[in-house]
């Protein structure tokens, strides 16, 4: 399965450019993922991290989750994989776990991320608080920061590809 990144715009204005920026981080995860299989994707860095390919996906379902629905859309959505007893419930995979779920959760969530951020303009203040410093938060800054989540993650998935399969690349 090829995925095809979408290159952000040169010459548009700032709320297209942000979105450009977090859809081809969020295509570039997808490409890191491509082409897989379930035990691939649930393979894990260097002991003793449990950080995978699949986890990751399932983390940036729950933090697209978190920006866009909870704090973003004051939504009720509780985290889908962790939790106060299991902080890092999205990394500790079993083998019930696959990829079709957890790609199907990550793209429900982003969405719902995209429909709760077309209610809002980017200097418009979120209608809930963060959990980091109980404020209201703009779009323009819930976006910037997805893009460097994404982006140090993507990070990661480089790493994370190289060591499955050699694969490596943008």
Request: proline content about 3%.
């Amino acid at each position: 399965m090829t995925i095809k990144r979408t290159e952000p715009a040169t010459n548009t204005d700032e709320r297209s450019t942000l979105e450009g920026f977090l859809d081809y981080h969020r295509q570039t995860l997808e490409m890191k993922c491509a082409g897989l299989d379930d035990t691939q994707l649930r393979t894990a860095s260097v002991p003793p991290s449990e950080l995978s390919l699949m986890g990751l996906v399932r983390h940036m379902a729950d933090v697209e989750r978190g920006w866009f629905r909870r704090v973003l859309g004051n939504e009720d959505a509780k985290p889908i994989y962790y939790s106060e007893e299991d902080s890092d419930g999205e990394f500790h995979l079993t083998g019930a776990d696959t990829w079709e779920d957890a790609y199907t959760t990550w793209q429900a969530e982003i969405t719902a991320a995209r429909r709760n951020a077309a209610r809002f303009a980017l200097d418009d203040v979120s209608e809930g608080r963060s959990r980091f410093t109980e404020e209201p938060i703009t779009l323009r800054w819930i976006y910037t920061h997805m893009i460097e989540e994404y982006a140090r993650h993507n990070g990661h998935a480089d790493l994370l590809r190289e060591r499955i399969d050699g694969t490596t690349g943008e």
